[in-house]
């Protein structure tokens, strides 16, 4: 009796995203939190390329570049120029940023098939909140060497770089992974 009630009560405490994970290995995630570490050094410094020059084309069009006191000052705009250029040296680093990225998403996503969840949100969720917990942290970090506005500029910044890099290796993970298909497939082994 008291089993009947105690799978019940497991079934009713799993998220609606989440089913019953009968398997206990899967295939793949030690390649997928690889790839999806290095590729995270990557997206992060892209998309600070592509912000930083995006910036300064508007500053450009709008005839702010004339004053670069905006830029310098440590105020919030110049927080947010400084996050996108940390962004952009993101792979100088990448021997810390890797191993970095590789044990949050680890932690993170890495577990997330050994419990069940099969559906592709929640990979994209839980990996776009880690990047932007990482860019984020860091930028903000230096940013507050400046000014505390600058901080915060560097905080939205690089907050806004980690959650796209982030969703986009969330993402990775889940297309390399697979852990629906793998739950399904059956081992047929004959030796």
């Known amino acids: 009796m008291s089993e009947t009630s105690g799978s019940g009560a497991d079934e009713a405490a799993l998220p609606s995203y989440a089913g019953t994970a009968a398997?206990?290995?899967f295939r793949r995630i030690?390649?997928?939190?690889?790839?999806?570490?290095?590729?995270?050094?990557?997206?992060v410094t892209i998309i600070g390329v592509v912000c930083s020059r995006i910036m300064m084309l508007a500053m450009g069009i709008t005839g702010a570049a004339?004053?670069?006191?905006?830029?310098?000052?440590?105020?919030?705009?110049?927080?947010?120029?400084g996050a996108f250029q940390l962004a952009s040296y993101n792979f100088l680093l990448f021997f810390i940023n890797v191993p970095a990225a590789w044990l949050a998403l680890g932690l993170s996503i890495g577990r997330m098939p050994y419990r069940g969840i099969l559906h592709r949100k929640p990979?994209?969720?839980w990996g776009s909140i880690w990047g932007a917990i990482l860019v984020g942290g860091t930028t903000g970090f230096f940013g507050?060497?400046?000014s505390i506005a600058s901080g915060l500029g560097a905080l939205f910044?690089?907050?806004?770089?980690?959650a796209i890099a982030?969703?986009?290796c969330g993402l990775l993970f889940y297309a390399i992974v697979k852990p629906a298909n793998q739950i399904v497939d059956?081992?047929?082994d004959v030796f």
């Open 23 to 25: 398997r206990r290995s």
């Open 157 to 162: 910044g690089g907050v806004f770089i980690g």
């Open 186 to 188: 059956l081992d047929i």
């Open 123 to 125: 990979y994209i969720r």
């Open 144 to 146: 507050t060497i400046s």
């Open 166 to 168: 982030g969703a986009l």
């Open 66 to 81: 004339a004053n670069f006191d905006m830029l310098s000052s440590g105020g919030f705009l110049g927080g947010i120029s």
């Open 30 to 43: 030690k390649l997928g939190l690889f790839l999806s570490s290095m590729a995270a050094c990557l997206f």
